[in-house]
């Protein structure tokens, strides 16, 4: 155990001298900074290289390697998103006193990226980081309607009794969304939990995510109106998103 975390620390310090460097650093530059055997260097930096942590360029020396550049697209992209949507979900927030997400796909996957709590204590679930199948959750039908992720031929979980699991009233369910501009759903993730939620457009006109609001069905049960409120605040925040992505393209392209 000692010797493998002498390894891990070993190539840790290695992986932080070139992240760090200024330019690309030489293979000779490594081992003069590190005092470790020119073998040990020339091993350690083989394993960044493979796993895409560091790379060389045409000279032979080293940088940092495309996962930090895969990183940095992908989570650069999310926190400006996350940044330009919170006044929207805040005000949300502050008209429904019910939990409102944002939701980004990403991988095939639905991944919640912002959360503003409901004001009650019933209801006040942190669903962000929280893996949540998409056919049965109001923002990810909105993904899966608009092809923001797709729709694959894998049984779908049942997670309550009024889960979709049918590929084909999932598809009827997806065309309801893309007619009324919303998604619903009623106790398909959990007893007693509804959800609505619209979809978020970037630059080019594609839905990029959604916006939802969750709460029990105690409380959530005007869906048109709630599903009319989204829809106006999801625009809105298309337009800014737009905007934004105008005056700073590179950065906010969906």
Not at 50 to 78: K, P
Not at 231 to 248: G, H, K
């Amino acid at each position: 155990m000692a010797q493998g975390a002498q390894v891990i620390d070993r190539a840790a310090t290695i992986l932080s001298l070139v992240v760090h460097a200024e330019d690309p650093i030489s293979y000779s530059d490594v081992v003069g900074a590190t005092d470790l055997a020119r073998s040990t260097v020339s091993r350690l930096l083989g394993a960044l290289e493979q796993n895409s942590l560091v790379a060389r360029d045409a000279d032979g020396r080293y940088r940092a390697g495309a996962l930090f550049a895969t990183y940095a697209a992908r989570f650069g992209r999310i926190e400006s998103l996350v940044t330009i949507a919170q006044p929207v979900l805040e005000r949300i927030g502050e008209v429904t006193g019910e939990t409102v997400n944002l939701a980004l796909p990403s991988g095939g996957k639905v991944v919640q990226a912002a959360q503003v709590d409901s004001s009650y204590v019933l209801g006040a679930t942190n669903w962000v980081e929280v893996d949540v199948p998409p056919h049965c959750s109001a923002l990810g039908k909105v993904l899966l309607a608009f092809k923001a992720i797709p729709l694959t031929d894998e049984p779908l979980e049942s997670r309550t009794r009024r889960t979709i699991t049918s590929h084909a009233k999932l598809l009827e369910a997806l065309e309801r969304v893309r007619v009324d501009g919303y998604a619903v759903t009623c106790g398909e993730l959990e007893e007693g939990l509804e959800a609505i939620a619209a979809p978020v457009r970037g630059a080019q006109g594609d839905v990029i995510g959604s916006i939802g609001v969750s709460g029990p069905s105690t409380r959530i049960t005007n869906h048109a109106e709630l599903g009319r409120l989204l829809v106006r605040e999801a625009e809105l925040l298309s337009r800014i998103i737009t905007a934004q992505a105008a005056a700073r393209p590179a950065s906010l392209q969906s």
